[in-house]
């Protein structure tokens, strides 16, 4: 069976996975796709020649008759109108990451997910498929360096990551990533949440704190240091280093011929979250298209997305108020165990 999927955003994430499932993945289909910019859904449509219909509305594409499953990549405070009406429709919908841009609007999509009694929704992070960080779990799994103290990691994008981005995003839009990856990479959750904010760089809209420093505990105590600067100038470099009782483990760096010349040693560093994660991406939707023909759903859950967004929340809290905030997870629902 080829998996008839429809997209709602054709931007730049959109445009990417457009691509990846219709060039390099297997067992879907692009059929229909919408964008409130028409002109560039229409461009992405003929530009990948597409055999899809062209929708003024989200809407429209989840309720269309040939659309199996649909795909949410349109703007982060689009996404719960639109995962909330593929739950309605009755229909497997992948959302890219934020789930909803409040913690409320995740909860309103875990209960009517719930309340429809069947997993549809899988949200977009992507690190749990990356090779690197497949391959540090399982250093931890295999118990190589003993029970995890302290982690060390770095988020770092060269520019600010898109032309709305502002206020607290690098807490509730760029770090959702680290905030989904630690607790999966621990299987933990966290406890509290501590921002600092150094000194800001110069290079970067006035306005915008860059960097931030996020300090989190686990339920086992585990400290967490998340360094986000999203205004690096020298790369996308994300970094996590374990520490445990008897030993270190580093998230593997991307491949790159290591060049010796001119009495130096040098190697590439990736620019862009298309690039270091390609691959992720693949995985990820190759699976999410497997599991969602076999009616499954197997991937980030919207408990996941709900836990995320209850992490943000408690971090834009703790950035104002300078405390230490506690994060209080109700707990687990049986539907996502
Ligand atoms: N997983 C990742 O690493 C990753 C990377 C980039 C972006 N994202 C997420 O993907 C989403 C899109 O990001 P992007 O970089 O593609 O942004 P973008 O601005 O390039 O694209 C967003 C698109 O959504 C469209 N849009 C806005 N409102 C809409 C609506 N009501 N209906 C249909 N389309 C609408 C816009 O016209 C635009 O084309 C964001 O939520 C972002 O956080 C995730
Ligand atoms: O939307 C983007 C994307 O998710 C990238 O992976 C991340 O590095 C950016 O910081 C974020 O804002």
Known sequence: MTLKIGVIGTGAIGKEHIHRITHKLKGAQVVAVSDVNL?????????????????????????????????????????????????????????????????????QIVDAEMAAGRKLVQVGFM???????????????????????ILNCSH????????????????????????????????????SAQVIQPRKTRLCDAELQDPHVILLRTRQGIHISIE?????????????????????????????????????????????????????????FQEWIDATVRGEMTGPSAWDGYVVALTGDACVKAKYSGQIEPIELPECPAFYR
């Open 127 to 149: 690190r749990r498929f990356d090779q690197s960080y497949r391959q540090l779990k399982q250093v931890l799994t295999a118990n190589t360096i003993g029970a995890p103290l």
């Open 39 to 107: 002109e560039q859904a229409r461009a992405v449509v003929e530009g990948e020649n597409l055999q899809a219909k062209v929708y003024e509305r989200g809407v429209d594409v989840i309720n269309a008759s040939d659309v199996d499953a649909l795909i949410v990549t349109s703007w982060g405070p689009t996404h719960e109108e639109f995962v909330l009406a593929s739950i309605a429709a009755g229909k497997p919908v992948f959302c890219e990451k934020p789930l909803a841009v409040t913690a409320e609007g995740c909860r």
């Open 156 to 191: 770092r994008n060269p520019q600010s990551p898109s032309s709305d981005f502002s206020g607290d995003m690098a807490l509730t839009d760029s770090c959702v990533h680290e905030f989904d990856v630690l607790r999966w990479l621990l299987d933990d959750d966290y406890v």
């Open 228 to 284: 986000s600067f999203v205004n690096c100038q020298y790369g996308y470099d994300i970094q996590c280093q374990v520490v445990g009782e008897t030993g270190t483990a580093n998230l593997p760096e991307p491949a790159s011929v290591p060049v010796r010349r001119e009495a130096k040693l040098s190697s590439d560093i990736l620019v862009s979250w298309k690039d270091r994660f390609i691959d992720a991406f693949d995985v990820e």
